[in-house]
């Protein structure tokens, strides 16, 4: 067979290296990026709730700030979906409390960047650690500025539905990132975040449904979540994912997560995700 | 940076290829090919509710059925995702009637194989062409055989979402394509298919909502559409990505199709789909 050539904008009239940089032609690669790089110049700043006093209170109440990781019910999955860490650097965005970046100095990383808005976070973060391979440093994810080639994997854990930017985002990530390296990310699920009105329905048996409505009506939704009026983006997977691919990055896993046997049996409350689920679990490749 | 090593089962220990066959090794790749011949070999049958006389009497009424390719919605969105088809050798699993096969022959294809399970719907594919370029053949999606490196697209519209076996038959559909070969497909989306009761909710005030349970739990649906007891296979949208993945094809797009203001302009039940969208679309290269 000769060398295919496509019509459609997803392939482009010319592939250039498919299996580096996905299914962008040149031309197209200098379109995105002269639309990312005006995006990223964009005022947008994010909403940067994590620094009211009264959200910071109650987030810090969660068994995922008290715990840390293993308090989070997605993290044996997140866990799963890393590379073996060892001498890597790595970057986390949205980095909170910070636990991810102490976890994987544990596991060996040359060094580890925490990137987060909230000054309440960063300042809790700090403290938790002197440990020169490991760096927390405020800035806006809608803004992100990294150094070029410098990461072998990059981590997110429930941030990204906060950035509207998302493109501007994974267009700066992606060149930050060396040949090869790792985005594992997990985000609010869309299904979860699309509802008008957002909470459990019961019917006469007390049978439990999700109320779905605009799933395909992307864009911010406000929602009351320890302090009223907090804005997050939704997005569906397909979008999502089309931003990755389009950035450059090869998906190679998606996970609509679900709560294990195992998980039920000690939290029976978590059984709800499989009516429903909560989290989108992604990794990819550059 | 040295060659990364990955840890987690999604990578496996060593990159092979990555470009080209995904994120497999030669190890996983066995252990892959070996289960999914296993599958390939399971006596599942599908079920052919197309054979039965009542539901093709509904079937061949719909305006996909009595319109072609222009009579479903969301034909303009696949159509987007295709390559340019001139001289290419292309199969479509579940042809039905055959309008795509005669299409991509006015499109300039070499040769179109049109593969269904149903006799009733080849038959009239059948007697609608007798171009030879075109061949209508009878095969089981659960038990597919196809040649060896012989196609450059493979096309499915509406019909994985039948197959039990769909590992099984992106295992056989990939190593049918030629490097650098196309899957286009549809299927129906996972949020319409996951309901225990697949209807919409009217709330008092007359507002719609579609009431998701059950999503995380795969496996067959029965339904009533045409015919009672009609069986599909729900899975999420990660598990079915997850299989193309596995079996070494690279995810190009990934589109939850909603209808244009142009469509709802003339067609201003299809709306509903915003609310709840009702396919996917999924592109991917060998």
Known sequence: MGKLTATSPIYDRELVDVGKVGYCSRQKRVRFALSYILAIVDKTMTQNVYDRSDF???????????????????????????????????????CGFGWFCRWAVEQGV?????IDVSENMLARARNATSNPRIDYVQQD????DLPL?????????????YVANLAG???????????????V????????????RADWLFDERGRRTWPVDSYLVEGPRTTDWLVQGVIKQHR?????????????????????????????????????????????LIAAQR
């Open 56 to 94: 910071f209170e109650g987030y810090s109440k969660l068994s995922r700030s008290t715990e840390g990781l293993d308090g989070a019910a997605e993290w044996p999955s997140m866990r799963a979906l890393l590379p073996n860490l060892h001498d890597l650097n790595i970057v986390d965005l949205g």
């Open 110 to 114: 040359a060094s580890a960047l925490g």
């Open 141 to 144: 994810l809608e803004r992100l």
């Open 149 to 161: 080639a410098s990461f072998d994997l990059a981590y997110s854990s429930l941030a990204l539905h």
């Open 169 to 183: 985002l994974l267009f700066t990530l992606r060149r930050s990132l060396r040949p090869g390296g790792y985005l």
């Open 185 to 196: 990310m997990s985000i609010e699920h869309p299904i979860y975040m699309a509802p008008t």
């Open 236 to 280: 569906t997977i397909g979008t999502t994912l089309n931003h990755l691919i389009r950035c450059g990055f090869v998906v190679a896993h998606v996970e609509e997560w679900g709560p294990t046997d195992e998980q039920i049996a000690t939290h029976p409350d978590w059984e709800e995700a499989r009516d429903r689920p909560m989290f989108l």
